[in-house]
Nanobody, 126 residues
């Protein structure tokens, strides 16, 4: 099992930026991909972006491409999400997740991820 802890959420004005981090521990050698999801109150969990852990490759939700950038530092076992030009509709709890070998980078379904963090909340004020 992989333990994931997100950080970096907070309150930001519209147009601002935030960088989220996700620290991974435990069986990190078993990670094939990592991803970011978000969930606003009353809405389903939404895929944001994913990245292969030991190789190159990224995948973004079309609606967020260009504003959000996923990156990693495998030496630090840390995943990042740089969020720019934030909008009030980006307000949500953001979760990181880890997928095991056999999962597909381009599968955005939450069920393709095995381990989840507790989330970090982002509020974008207008």
């Amino acid at each position: 099992q992989v333990q994931l802890v997100e950080s970096g959420g907070g309150l930001v004005q519209a147009g601002g930026s935030l960088r989220l981090s996700c620290a991974a521990s435990g069986r990190t050698f078993s990670i094939y991909k990592m991803g970011w999801f978000r969930q606003a109150p009353g809405k389903e969990r939404e895929f944001v972006a994913a990245i292969r852990w030991s190789r190159s490759g990224t995948y973004y939700a079309d609606s967020l491409k260009g504003r959000f950038t996923i990156s990693k530092d495998t030496a630090k076992n840390t995943l990042y999400l740089q969020m720019n030009s934030l909008k009030p509709e980006d307000t949500a709890t953001y979760y990181c997740a880890a997928g095991r070998p056999g999962s597909n980078l381009y599968n955005p379904q939450p069920t393709s991820y095995a381990d989840w963090g507790q989330g970090t909340h982002v509020t974008v004020s207008s």
